[in-house]
């Protein structure tokens, strides 16, 4: 790295005495002018929770959680009463709802997910790359295990989402990491503290074009969110590798809830219709006037991936499944 | 050595009148390990025998046919002996050198006077030789400015070959085939002379690199015994009223020899915005308070951003962030759109100086240049306004108003009123209080369009008015003269952007203007356009095996040099294809339309693919300095480019010819 970077120094002087480049800026003076100013208006912070989710309680306020930057001591909470103004960290423990002290994990503390099943609330979550679920009194936390122990799978799984389905069963949705980031389903148990081995089959993985523009090896499908509507299951997913640009969100559909799943032959949120990087691998969430909205993250930049940024944008069913709707993206700020 | 002190002893035919033709030749031969010894030659018939009486190893015959009003000169050689040697003529002009001035296509315009004495130019020597791949015609042409008459020396092509040298100056023997001879002029004496021959020589200096004469060159090719080669030049004589008319009748002349076809693209327009627009992605630069895609000073091999934004001239920041949200909605490529919105609203904010012009470069290792030491240029701005107007007029038609950007570019234009000078001129850069930095008037016409696209966007007409001043002064003393100079910002000398500002100049005004006044500009545009399509190469020079541009099967013809400082090629165009087109359109000039197919298809041959990178590292960026003769800067020399480049310009400039409608959407709707 060192002889490389001297070789390119090297070059770069000797080209640029031997070139007379054509293209200097040595008119403009030796004299430097103060940076320009920052605006008088402070900017907002920017939420910074990748993979994240939004949970919304019975009293209509939201909770989000993610990928943050302390992703190896734990989760963070935000709340916000109106989906705009998000204060926090809100967690109990120091502004953490979830850490290693109090269950699974050392490391690795990725993507939860909340649901509330009567008074408990259960988060499911990634660390160590095996899938966990911790139990508290409030969505702020703290989530706790009685015995800290993760889920049992065959290797490594990640990405975590539990659907509570109509006729009484309990889905795992989850990434097993076989040739590749694969979806795939297991029945929970009643408890939801485990899974029927017996009932996991995969569900999808990278195949079409759009789902790995950079012809990985290892193709990446993630992130899933599973939705019932009517007759229809609708998983919403990410693909491709998360650095990638072109990381985006497909939705598949089918009639039950282990498939066969078809794939929608483009993504439904990707660079193109929002206008950033790396847009995906969030959770769907329904807003206080009853919309559908996707919570998800994008690249830091066009030219910087981390820290990953937190967005909003409203999803409209239509024929075809779903559609972004146009002017309802934004960035989730701090308060 | 090669001795270039010529015996004039015997004459070879009849003096140079309007039916006959004077040429003086002579033989170097080589003994490989021995200097070259150089023998004059007299004719004997159609031979062509040693002055001296002495038996030559070679049978070297010289006819001359009439063609039309030209003359054909055909040499045949034949060897008794295996030989190596260098062929070498002179044509008597009959012009007094003290009235001559020259054309090489793209490489030499009257005596190059503009050019230091580190180019080629009469400032070191009235006698020069150059190698046919210099030039974008291989003709070598003199001018009699105080009789109107005009001479050619026009080398007829063989089958393209080129080998490798094992050193570049000096006596080489070479050791394949070569088709490049070499074309000249010699006014040392009373007489100029037009010098040709076989293979190239270069004297009394290569020149092989930007201000950089090196020693002499003599190449010498080998003959097998038995064997013949037989080389022919075309003689091609007319009368012309000024040396603009000279290079008009002799770039036609060129146009009905060489005959350049139109290639098949490579790629559609389509296509090539599609690649191109992973410039855009890839160059992308947000850390500072300007953003920008870094398009200067980048190495070919990692095309790593640079530290620098340019409102114009190489990096072109603001045309390529418009591009970018144009293309961008136009294809549901939101991202684009974005990073293009993010540019120029980055230059809103921080990218204006107390006088309220741009900040032309900032380098940001540097930081933003105070605003008394600050430096513009004509150019410059008027390259960001010409992005901004087109940015706005775009943005309008989709319902979308940004008062402040009009304000500002109001605020430049309003400026542009203050600066003029009473000659119609632009002082080439100037102080942010507007004093001059340098006050030669020659980037004058890249304000032009500037200025119209203001008339047309605010309906200020002291705008049009002061553009037709700008015509005003580009016609009296750059288009009158033949003298197209001083638009790069690097260089003062005669350039191909100098002819292109012209041509772009007086069609902005054609497109506002009417009746005679309008037709004035027309002709004015025919004119420059002459000059300026002076610089493309009608025909593909040879390249080697090993010479990456030869072994990626790369055609010259459509491509053109640069200036007579710097003679490598690019694709410099930007508008030009399209106001040829028109005008050949207007004016039924069917070379001009052809010369338009030419460009236009040849254009996308070095679009770097991940399949094909043609020696860029990532795809989309465009090279920029093309090294198609012996030309180096460092890196390799002819078949490569200089190791670095700015494809902020080349994707610009191309973006331009794959929209051809842009100006005439801008103008006339």
Same mark, same amino acid.
């Given at each position: 790295m060192y002889k490389k970077t001297?070789?390119? /120094?090297?070059?770069?002087?000797?080209?640029? /005495?031997?070139?007379?480049?054509?293209?200097?800026?040595?008119?403009?003076?030796?004299?430097?002018?103060? %940076?320009?100013?920052?605006?008088?208006? =402070?900017?907002?912070?920017?939420?910074?929770?990748?993979?994240?989710?939004?949970?919304?309680?019975?009293?209509?306020? *939201? *909770?989000?959680? +993610?990928?943050?930057?302390?992703?190896?001591? +734990?989760?963070?909470?935000?709340?916000?009463?109106? @989906?705009?103004?998000?204060?926090?960290?809100?967690?109990?423990?120091?502004?953490?709802?979830?850490?290693?002290?109090?269950?699974?994990?050392?490391?690795?503390?990725?993507?939860? #997910? %909340?649901?509330?099943?009567?008074?408990?609330? &259960?988060?499911?979550?990634?660390?160590?790359? #095996?899938?966990? %679920?911790?139990?508290?009194?409030? =969505?702020?936390?703290?989530?706790?295990? #009685?015995?800290?122990?993760?889920? $049992?799978?065959?290797?490594?799984?990640?990405? =975590?989402?539990?659907?509570?389905?109509?006729?009484?069963?309990?889905? /795992?949705?989850?990434?097993?990491?076989?040739?590749?980031?694969?979806?795939?389903? $297991?029945?929970?148990?009643?408890?939801? @503290?485990?899974?029927?081995?017996?009932?996991?089959?995969?569900?999808?993985?990278?195949?079409?074009?759009?789902?790995?523009?950079?012809?990985?090896?290892? +193709?990446?499908?993630?992130? =899933?969110?599973? /939705?019932?509507?009517?007759?229809?299951? *609708? @998983?919403?997913?990410?693909?491709?590798?998360?650095?990638?640009?072109? &990381?985006? %969100?497909?939705?598949a559909t089918a009639s039950s809830p282990y498939g066969p799943w078809a794939k929608s032959p483009e993504p439904v949120i990707n660079r193109a219709n929002i206008g950033y990087y790396g847009t995906g691998h969030g959770d769907m969430f329904k807003d206080a006037q009853g919309q559908w909205n996707y919570v998800f993250h994008t690249h830091n930049s066009f030219t910087e991936v981390s820290p990953r940024k937190t967005a909003v944008v409203g999803l409209t069913q239509n024929s075809q499944g779903f559609g972004v709707t146009n002017g309802t993206f934004h960035y989730l700020y701090k308060e | 050595m090669f001795n270039k002190t010529f015996l004039l002893t015997v004459f070879a035919a009849l003096t140079m009148n309007a039916s006959a033709i004077n040429i003086q030749t002579q033989i170097s031969i080589k003994q490989p390990g021995n200097e070259a010894k150089v023998i004059q030659l007299q004719a004997d018939g159609n031979q062509l025998k040693s002055a001296d009486g002495k038996t030559l190893p070679l049978h070297i015959s010289a006819q001359l046919a009439n063609d039309g009003n030209d003359q054909v000169y055909t040499v045949t050689i034949k060897a008794d002996a295996t030989t190596y040697y260098n062929f070498g003529a002179q044509l008597a002009t009959g012009i007094k050198s003290a009235d001559s001035e020259f054309y090489l296509p793209g490489f030499w315009y009257h005596r190059n006077l503009r050019s230091p004495k580190e180019a080629p130019a009469f400032h070191t020597s009235k006698s020069w030789n150059f190698r046919e791949d210099r030039l974008s015609s291989p003709m070598t042409s003199v001018y009699d400015e105080a009789n109107g008459k005009s001479v050619a020396v026009i080398r007829q092509l063989d089958t393209p070959q080129e080998c490798m040298t094992t050193h570049q100056a000096g006596e080489i023997i070479l050791s394949g085939e070569t088709s490049l001879g070499y074309l000249g002029l010699d006014c040392e004496q009373q007489e100029a002379k037009l010098t040709f021959g076989y293979p190239y020589i270069e004297t009394p200096k290569r020149y092989i690199r930007k201000l950089t004469l090196a020693a002499p060159v003599f190449a010498f090719a080998k003959i097998e015994k038995g064997e013949t080669k037989t080389i022919q030049w075309r003689i091609s004589q007319t009368e012309a009223k000024d040396f603009g008319e000279h290079v008009t009748l002799m770039w036609q002349r060129c146009f009905d020899n060489l005959k350049p076809q139109a290639l098949k693209p490579l790629f559609t327009p389509e296509e090539m915005k599609k690649g191109l627009t992973n410039y855009f992605r890839q160059s992308y630069v947000s850390n500072y308070p300007l953003k920008y895609n870094s398009g200067h000073t980048l190495l070919t091999s990692d095309c790593k951003p640079f530290p620098e934004a340019q409102v114009g001239f190489c990096g072109r920041v603001l045309l390529n962030a418009f591009n970018a949200i144009e293309y961008g909605e136009q294809h549901g490529e939101q991202d684009l759109v974005t990073m293009g919105n993010e540019i120029l609203e980055s230059y809103l904010q921080h990218g204006f100086t107390s006088a309220g012009y741009f900040y032309d470069n900032v380098n940001f290792t540097r930081g933003f240049p105070s605003d008394d030491k600050v430096v513009h240029?004509?150019? !410059? !701005?008027?390259?960001?306004?010409?992005?901004?107007?087109?940015?706005?007029?775009?943005?309008?038609?989709?319902?979308?108003?940004?008062? !402040?950007?009009?304000?500002?570019?109001?605020?430049?234009?309003?400026?542009?009123?203050?600066? !003029?000078k009473a000659d119609g001129s632009f002082a080439r850069k100037y102080h942010d209080n507007g004093t001059d930095v340098d006050g030669t008037g020659g980037s004058t016409p890249s304000s032009t369009s500037a200025l119209v696209m203001g008339y047309r966007y605010f309906g200020k007409k002291q705008y049009l008015e002061a553009a037709r001043r700008t015509v005003d002064y580009l016609e009296q003393n750059i288009i009158s003269k033949s003298d197209y100079f001083s638009s790069t910002l690097d260089a003062n000398c005669e350039d191909k952007e100098a002819a292109i500002a012209a041509v772009t100049a007086t069609y902005y005004l054609a497109a506002v203007t009417k009746g005679k006044e309008r037709q004035r500009y027309i002709d004015l545009c025919e004119k420059a356009a002459y000059f300026a399509l002076s610089w493309y190469y009608m025909w593909d020079v040879p390249f080697a095996q090993g010479q990456m541009l030869g072994d990626l099967g790369l055609k010259t013809r459509g491509w053109s040099n640069v200036s007579v400082e710097n003679n490598h090629i690019d694709v410099f165009v930007f508008e030009l294809p399209h106001i040829v087109n028109w005008l050949g359109q207007q004016k039924g000039n069917l070379r001009f339309l052809q010369m338009h197919d030419v460009i236009f298809n040849s254009l996308s041959q070095l679009m770097p693919t991940p399949e094909r990178l043609c020696g860029i590292a990532v795809p989309g960026f465009y090279p920029e300095v093309v090294q198609h003769t012996t030309w180096d800067y460092g890196m390799n020399g002819k078949g490569f480019y200089n190791n670095l480049f700015a494809p902020g310009w080349t994707i610009a400039s191309l973006w331009e010819m794959y929209s051809p409608t842009r100006t005439d959407d801008f103008l006339k709707k």
């Open positions: 001297n070789l390119r /120094l090297a070059m770069t002087l000797m080209a640029m /005495l031997t070139v007379l480049p054509s293209c200097s800026s040595n008119d403009t003076g030796s004299a430097v002018a103060p %940076v320009p100013e920052k605006p008088s208006v =402070p900017q907002q912070e920017v939420l910074t929770e990748a993979d994240p989710t939004i949970f919304v309680d019975t009293d209509g306020t *939201y *909770y989000l959680y +993610g990928t943050g930057s302390n992703s190896d001591t +734990g989760f963070y909470v935000y709340r916000s009463a109106d @989906m705009k103004n998000w204060q926090g960290p809100v967690g109990k423990a120091n502004g953490f709802c979830l850490t290693g002290a109090t269950s699974y994990g050392t490391t690795g503390f990725w993507a939860p #997910q %909340v649901v509330k099943r009567g008074d408990t609330y &259960y988060m499911f979550y990634t660390a160590n790359e #095996q899938i966990a %679920v911790a139990t508290a009194t409030s =969505p702020m936390g703290p989530f706790t295990q #009685q015995e800290k122990k993760c889920i $049992a799978t065959p290797g490594k799984a990640i990405d =975590p989402f539990v659907l509570f389905d109509t006729d009484g069963k309990f889905y /795992l949705y989850h990434v097993r990491l076989q040739e590749g980031n694969r979806i795939f389903v $297991a029945e929970m148990t009643d408890d939801l @503290m485990g899974i029927k081995e017996e009932t996991a089959k995969e569900c999808i993985h990278a195949s079409e074009r759009w789902e790995n523009t950079a012809q990985a090896s290892w +193709g990446v499908t993630e992130g =899933p969110t599973v /939705l019932h509507l009517g007759d229809i299951y *609708y @998983m919403f997913y990410s693909a491709n590798d998360f650095r990638n640009i072109d &990381y985006a %969100v497909g939705v | 240029s004509i150019r !410059q !701005q008027s390259e960001g306004v010409y992005a901004i107007l087109l940015y706005l007029k775009y943005e309008k038609a989709h319902g979308r108003r940004h008062p !402040q950007w009009e304000a500002r570019i109001k605020g430049i234009l309003d400026g542009f009123l203050k600066l !003029q």
